[in-house]
């Protein structure tokens, strides 16, 4: 099990909360996604590594902060 909490600064809006949302259950199904607007905060839990999911975010277009 792997928990990452990070930032997505450029999450502005629901559409992109789905995105991401949809970028990290399309590598785990299964993962629970955490997001807060307002904090720009993203928290997963998920059975892929850190790796994985950073690069799924990345992936659909979005920049992932420590
Ligand atoms: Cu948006």
Redesign the pocket.
């Known amino acids: 099990m792997t928990t990452l909490a990070v930032t997505v600064p450029d999450?502005?809006?629901?559409?992109?909360v789905t995105t991401i949302t949809d970028a990290v259950k399309a590598v785990d199904p299964s993962a629970e996604v955490k997001t807060n607007l307002e904090s720009k905060a993203v928290e997963i839990n998920a059975s892929v590594t850190a790796d994985a999911l950073t690069q799924a975010i990345q992936q659909a277009g979005y920049t992932v902060a420590g």
């Open positions: 999450m502005a809006c629901g559409a992109c």
